[in-house]
């Protein structure tokens, strides 16, 4: 099953050749990405960015920009954050000849649906190669068709070197993995894992391709979330609604935790939120365009209450 899964999700996401070593979370997908970098260059040194959420387990919690989750030890760690979308903050850190890898999301979700440009991923990926630093994307969030592609980071045309996914991959059953491209030769004993890859979360990853291919959820992602990005209420609460797909936030210039409430106690709509002024929409990816209506419709009306 997990070879059969393996090539079903290469076939999926176009990676076909490359290897997928299975985990259970999206935390242990970055944690072992991290190392497989650090094994492949024998560097110890992580770029990361401001306002990235990579997990909470050691290392990936270290680079994941929240000193509230990070105990004192994770301090351990060599890690340095760079800014998003500026390539000279990026190049700065690379040019000292001592990083692993650099790891982003191409649509950051806690740190508040920011996105990196098209421009930035291709000129990251050339610094990467220049570099010889590995490019991890972290596509547990973003990734596994929420944007309307696969993977988010597929829309600015770039391959990275190492892809984290989770989440989406079960449809809630635990379940995590890493892509690694053919650049990697993997060796017995480098990774391993209990759970990773046991039957009944092959059985469910299996289910969630099988179904996002013949539902075409992807076309239908891609659908819905333009609608919904078109017909978010206008509002002088609303400063800006970003995102991709059905990964949205909406920006409010105050606040949101009141509007939250009333959405769920008063329209029985959940909600999710980054920081205290954004609404962060994260949709199943079977939303229809009269599910995106019925939402719209109560924010309204929550709105002019």
């Not at 592609?149 to 892809?163: C, E, R, Y």
């Not at 017995?188 to 990773?196: A, R, S, V």
């Not at 291919?213 to 609460?237: D, F, H, M, Q």
Request: with cysteine; aromatic share 8%; glycine share 10%.
């Amino acid at each position: 099953m997990q070879e059969d899964l393996a090539r079903k999700l290469g076939q999926a996401c176009g990676y076909e050749d490359w290897s997928l070593f299975l985990v259970n979370s999206g935390a242990e997908a970055n944690e072992n990405a991290l190392k497989l970098a650090s094994f492949h260059t024998g560097r110890d040194k992580i770029v990361a960015f401001h306002g990235a959420f990579h997990g909470r387990t050691s290392g990936a919690v270290a680079v994941t920009d929240n000193p509230k989750i990070q105990a004192p030890f994770n301090a351990h760690h060599k890690v340095a954050f760079a800014t998003l979308n500026d390539l000279d903050s990026v190049e700065q850190e690379l040019r000292g000849g001592d990083v692993a890898a650099v790891i982003l999301e191409a649509i950051q979700g806690v740190g508040g649906i920011r996105i990196a440009t098209d421009e930035f991923l291709q000129g990251l990926r050339a610094l990467c190669t220049k570099y010889g630093t590995v490019l991890i994307m972290d596509e547990v969030q973003c990734g596994y068709g929420r944007t309307g592609w696969f993977f988010a980071h597929q829309k600015a045309g770039i391959t990275p070197d190492l892809v984290s996914v989770a989440k989406g991959m079960a449809n809630g059953f635990p379940i995590g993995g890493v892509l690694i491209s053919p650049e990697f030769k993997a060796t017995k004993g480098m990774l391993g894992t209990t759970f990773g890859g046991n039957y009944l979360a092959m059985a469910g990853a299996h289910a969630v391709l099988d179904i996002i291919r013949k539902e075409n959820l992807l076309e239908n992602v891609s659908r819905t979330g333009a609608w919904l990005k078109a017909n978010i209420p206008t509002s002088p609460l609303i400063k800006e609604v970003r995102g991709e797909g059905l990964m949205l936030g909406i920006e409010f210039t105050q606040p949101v935790a009141d509007i939250r409430k009333k959405l769920l106690f008063e329209k029985h709509i959940f909600t999710g939120v980054s920081g205290t002024s954004m609404i962060r929409l994260l949709a199943p990816l079977v939303l229809s365009v009269d599910d995106a209506a019925i939402f719209v419709q109560a924010l309204k009306e929550v709105l002019n209450a």
